[in-house]
């Protein structure tokens, strides 16, 4: 019987797809890191204050692009180049979502619209990365190899939710709920669309490492459609509502350092 327990224990069991799945975890987690590294550096004088928040994004987001390799290294491998299909971050960018790269690689300070659609960007990223956490979290917290890994992980992607929960509500009282709304549905549509194919690309590259038969990939297939046509037509809406979370200024201090998996 499939379930995602089972799907990702084939994963974790197998070190050629183990690798390709912390390859991929690894460079999207330090592309992130990156990005909020210099949309820190760049933030307007009117939001310096939001500057050591977003500073503390990306030191989490490297710490787990350092976790997700130090898994690898403990296994004795290296990482493989991560197909282009996968990349969701790259696609993402590619759909006009978020902050593009090349204004991040200028030295031109952002606008107060960038933080927002920014941190509108975040809400729904983060969101996918919470709810994929605590999958991970129900099934493998103990797991011996990566169980403190997922916890940890799961900590500080639901602390990031909670950050663009608080800073997008704290922009909307200042006036700019009407930005927020049409940026989030905008990228709330966006990331469902390339979450489905990213999915579907990640199974097509696993099912060819672990020789699963085409009736399986077929089933894994179908499931992914249907994720998304449920998200197309109702699922998306979680994406954009904003409430005020239960840990409030949950980036407000230092990242935590990642442990050792030597």
Known sequence: MLSAKSLFQEIIDDDESFRLFCSI???GESQGGWEN???AALVPESQRALAP????HGADEDKHGRIFNALMRKRGLEPVEVPPDTDYTMLLERRGIGLAHEKLKADQALTVRDIIVYLSHSRVTE???SEQMVLLRKHFADHPEIGKAVRMISDDEDNHLAYTHEELLRFAAAGHGRLIQRTL??????EIAVYRDVSLAVMAHMGRV?????AKSAVLAAGIHAVYAYERVLGWRRMVT???????DALGGPATA????A
Do not use: D, V
């Open 53 to 56: 928040r977003i500073t503390r």
């Open 210 to 214: 672990l020789g699963w038969p085409k």
């Open 37 to 39: 590294a210099r949309i």
């Open 242 to 248: 904003l409430e005020m979370p239960a840990r409030r």
């Open 185 to 190: 549905r905008e990228c709330a549509l966006a």
């Open 258 to 261: 990642a442990p050792e998996f």
């Open 127 to 129: 969101q996918r990365a």
């Open 25 to 27: 975890a690894a460079s």
